[in-house]
């Protein structure tokens, strides 16, 4: 059985996008979240191995997500997928707990080779 991912993004087109990569790279989706409160609850409901994150969402955005989820559990492997070049953002989410970062658009094998990096 492969890892289980949740994909956190307020776009459908892109947590479609990411279902596809991870799918046919053996992963498993655990569940899909439009928003940092929908993230934490379906982080606490699946129990996911590994999370995508986006940034920039409506109600939570992802760094506040990423500490609460870190909050829940310090060994949540979390990698932020995101639009947003701004360094800030960036920094903040790795010290808030994020382990890697990757800037839309990306290459499909970016995204799995950072969930390989950081999750197996």
Known sequence: MGKRVLITDDTAFMRMTLRNVLEKNGYEIAA?????LQAIEKYKATKPDL?????????????????????????????????????????????????????????????????QKVGG
């Open 51 to 115: 999370v995508t994150m986006d940034i920039t969402m409506p109600n939570m955005d992802g760094i506040t997500a990423i500490k609460k989820i870190m909050e829940i559990d310090p060994e949540a492997k979390i990698i932020v997928v995101s639009a947003m070049g701004q360094k800030a953002l960036v920094i903040e989410a790795l010290n808030s707990g994020a382990r890697d970062f990757i800037v839309k658009p990306f290459q499909p094998d970016r995204i799995v080779e950072a969930l």
């Open 32 to 36: 899909e979240a439009e928003d940092g």
